[in-house]
Each structure stands twice: as structure tokens, then as C-alpha cells.
């Protein structure tokens, strides 16, 4: 199935939680913030928030900046 | 105990000198430049993850958080919509609700557009985050920004990035005379001397990025900031002499050698 993750349409095995989907992708979840249909979801909740098809998710962590 | 403490919504902090984290040649040396600058403070910015290469090292792996604190931005916002879900995304990554807001108005000029920074201001201050809004060297933005319930205002001493120096001296020293909260200068600074001045002119503490990482040697100059902001506060609280337009001698005028006796 297809999301859509930081901007660009990848596929997926199917619907996951946002822990599943971070460690498909590798991605430490203490460094990141997420946010799935415009909605932030809190570190406690990545076990029981599920990414479905189309659904809209955006994975953030901090870069240098001023 | 510190007689003159730096505190914004309740923190005390050593350090009235924030720094940033962009711009650096590698991690090493902008650790090194963090050590050296003094600063408790440091900024960072929110972006995406990159999904297919992650290769790359966290720069968070190169920040000592026990020792800094984080304090996420909005760069590159422009809209108060966009800058309140990046403040969002940056609470969640960072786990504090504290944060510098940007909402930019102009890209070549990098100016804040006040109208939407303090429509965000409001959102979030509802929301219970400490908001730190970059704004104009403008008193009555200023003015509504502190309205709103900005922890602290940060005008610009000159455009992001510019090394230009305190543009306008007097509008930094009204601002900072008419506010209740705390005036961080937050961008334009080019060397020592700009912090000196911003300081001298009553900040209470200046935001700078550029100046240090993109300095030919950025340890030194953070060094020669830090020294700077403490310089010119110290000479704020001193007291400066006024200015006069004509001498007014340091040396007694009676008693010089070969004048004749009155």
C-alpha cells in the first residue's frame, strides 16, 4: 500500500504502527518527532497509531540551524 | 549567586549569549565553538528526516544535552500555520515547549512578517509554549508581540546572516527601555564590536549563528563573543558617560610646567 512520507509516495508492506514504520526505515524514534495527518503523535501513542492507505505521515528531527 | 542573572519565563541561564548550530564546517568544530562561546543556549531547526540515506550521524549525537539547552526554531516558515506545526514538531522531538519563532515574510531580506508571527505567538502561548518570536527592530511589533506573551522579544540588529551590525541603535535602545520582558538582539552581528554594542545598548542578551560559524576561525571568535557580550554588559550596567561634542580634559589644567603663576 502507498503513504505518503515527508513528501514523497512510498510503499509499504501494509498498515503498520508508527514504531513498525520507523524501524522499517531504520530511524531511532528518541530522535525524531512524527506527525501523521497533521497531527502530532506522541512518543507514548507510536505503538497504537496505525499508518493506512494514503494516509499522510512526516518524520522530523533537529538539524543545524540558527 | 549571580547579581546580574539572565532569566526568561523563570530559567535562569549563565550565558547571555544563545548560539546557533548551522553553518559550521563539521561537528568537531562547532562543539568546539560551543565550549568556547560560553552559551547555554543553543538553537537548532526542524526538518524532515531524510528516509533514504541514513548514513548520516544525528547532530544531536554531537550536543551534550545535559549541557545545552535546546531550543528549537521555525526558520523558513512562511506562514504563522507552518511555523505553529514545525513549534509542534519540535516540542515532541526536543521535549521542551520552548521555542525561537521565525515567521519569515521576505526571502532576500529573510524580515519577519509580524502580522503572521504574532498570530502564531498567540496560537502558541495558548498552546502553553515559552515563545521567543524574532521580529523587527520595531517598538509597537515589539510592544505586541510582549502583549501576546512572548517570553522574550528578539528584535534584529540587521538581516539574518548579514554581519551588518546594529542598524538602528536608538529604535534597540527604545525597544528595550519600553518592554517588560526580556530584549534578546537575535541576528546581524558581524564581529565582537556588534555584540559589545547591542549589549551596551541594553539587551539582555544576544542571538547569533553566522558570525561565529562563519568566521575564518570560529572557536576564536566564539571566544571573542562571548568575552564581548560580557564586556558590554558589564559597560551597560556601569553606566556610559554622556556624549559631548567638545574635549573635556582627563588631566588637571592648573599646575603645568612653564605656565606663569596666577
Known sequence: MQIRLNGELVDIAGPMTVSALLAHYAIDPRRVAVEHNLVVVKRAAYDETLVKEDDEVEVVNFVGGG | MNA???????????SRLIVGTGKYASNDIMVKAHEASGADVVTVAVRRVNISDRTKPSMLDFIDASRYFLLPNTAGCYTAADAIRTARLGREAGLSSWVKLEVIGDERTLFPDNEALLEA?????????????????????????????AAAVMPLGAPIGSGLGIQNRNNIEIIREALTVPMIVDAGVGTASDAAVAMELGADGVLMNTAIAGAADPVAMAEAMKLAVEAGRLAFRAGRIPRKRYASASSPVEGLVGTPRT
Open chain 2, 121 to 149: 505567538t498567540r496560537a502558541l502561548v495558548k498552546d502553553g509554549f515559552v515563545v521567543l518570536p524574532y521580529t523587527s527592530d520595531d517598538l509597537i511589533a515589539c510592544k505586541k508581540l510582549q502583549d501576546a506573551g
Open chain 2, 4 to 14: 546580574d542573572p539572565f532569566v526568561i519565563a523563570g530559567r535562569t541561564f549563565r
